[in-house]
């Protein structure tokens, strides 16, 4: 069982750079694939973007493109997600999450997806991000 925390969330003012933060503690995340999600209130949870148990491959929702990069520092135990010119309509809890199919199956290093949320074996707890004046 991989424990993910993702943390990072706050207050931000319309226009404001956040960075999001997702581990699991002890582990080293290159045996996962990494995926970022959001839930706004009131509406379904949506992908925003995955990287690749190797780091190769990143893949972002279509309507995530621009304002959001995602990356995992060089000791490979934190993949981050960053947010800039952040708006209103981004307020929701971000959720970070890994997919194991590398690590447990075999699967390809290289894959991750942002169309299928159900392959997300592992999910943190959320940390809430609100934008407001």
């Known amino acids: 069982q991989l424990h993910i925390v993702d943390s990072g969330g706050g207050l931000v003012q319309p226009g404001g750079s956040l960075r999001l933060s997702c581990s699991a503690p002890g582990f080293i995340l290159d045996l996962w694939a990494i995926g970022w999600f959001r839930q706004a209130p009131g509406k379904e949870r949506e992908a925003i973007a995955c990287?690749?148990?190797?780091?190769?491959?990143?893949h972002y929702a279509d309507s995530m493109e621009g304002r959001f990069t995602i990356f995992r520092d060089d000791t490979k135990t934190t993949v981050y997600l960053q947010i800039h010119d952040l708006k209103p309509e981004d307020t929701a809890v971000y959720y970070c999450?890994?997919?194991?199919?590398?690590?447990?199956?075999?699967?390809?290093?290289?894959?991750?997806?942002?169309?299928?949320?159900?392959?997300?074996?592992?999910w943190g707890q959320g940390t809430q991000v609100t934008v407001s004046s």
């Open positions: 990287i690749s148990s190797n780091g190769e491959t990143i």
């Open positions: 999450a890994a997919d194991e199919k590398f690590h447990a199956y075999g699967g390809s290093p290289t894959y991750c997806t942002v169309d299928h949320q159900y392959e997300y074996d592992f």
